[in-house]
């Protein structure tokens, strides 16, 4: 897989690219400043592109503003964003595309799973961060459809946005496929998502939450 690392941590973009390469990956760019990394990924056109949310020039948010960027000029260009904390202000309008994954940065020692994490983004699937889920779907508002969710079902969307099929979810909740099939139901019902396909309604249902 070749991919382009934007991080503005020296110390960071080291240790992955160490250990994207260890594990058979191929690092054709690295940036340390958000223009910087359009540029790059402009001019090599990686399978994969890997960002910091918060990056220079204002070390706010121009990791993600160059991941908007980035996807308005390729739709189908698989970003899979990084951060030290939970920001959302700009992962609304690239979860349902596909090929999109958030996580935090620790989830990177976590070897297994960000690589399997990587591999799902590239291929069309998500990866959210269980914790950036978790903070998304939290009821706010008395009218807020999510709040009509049940604990499990707010657990089984959780899932649902880290790219889990029906059967990966029953395994991990440790339930039958047809419960998990079951909460899928409600969840459409309570969100008020009119019948598309399951793929549709899937997206739509993890969109509910996190435009709320």
């Not at 440790?174 to 969840?187: D, F, K």
């Amino acid at each position: 897989m070749r991919i382009v690392i934007g991080e503005d941590s020296a110390l960071f973009r080291e240790g992955l690219s160490r250990l994207l390469t260890e594990n058979g990956h191929d690092v054709v760019g690295t940036a340390d400043a958000a223009d910087e990394l359009v540029d790059v990924v402009r001019a090599v056109d990686p399978d994969l592109t890997i960002i910091d949310v918060r990056m220079p020039p204002t070390m706010t948010d121009d990791g993600a503003r160059a991941a908007v960027i980035l996807r308005a000029e390729s739709p189908a260009r698989p970003i899979l964003m990084l951060s030290q904390h939970i920001e959302t202000r700009h992962v609304v309008g690239l979860v349902g595309t596909g090929g999109f994954g958030y996580l935090l940065k620790d989830r990177v020692l976590r070897v297994g799973d960000f690589l399997d994490a990587m591999r799902r983004v590239v291929d069309g699937g998500s990866a959210l961060d269980p914790a950036i889920v978790a903070a998304l779907v939290t009821p706010t508002r008395i009218d807020d459809p999510v709040a009509a969710l049940s604990a499990r079902e707010r657990e089984v969307l959780a899932l649902v946005a880290e790219g889990r099929s029906n059967s990966a979810i029953a395994a991990h909740l440790v339930l039958a496929e047809r419960t998990v099939e079951s909460h899928m139901r409600s969840i459409f019902q309570k969100l008020r998502i009119d019948e598309a396909p399951d793929t549709h309604r899937r997206v739509l249902a993890v969109l509910t939450q996190l435009r709320r």
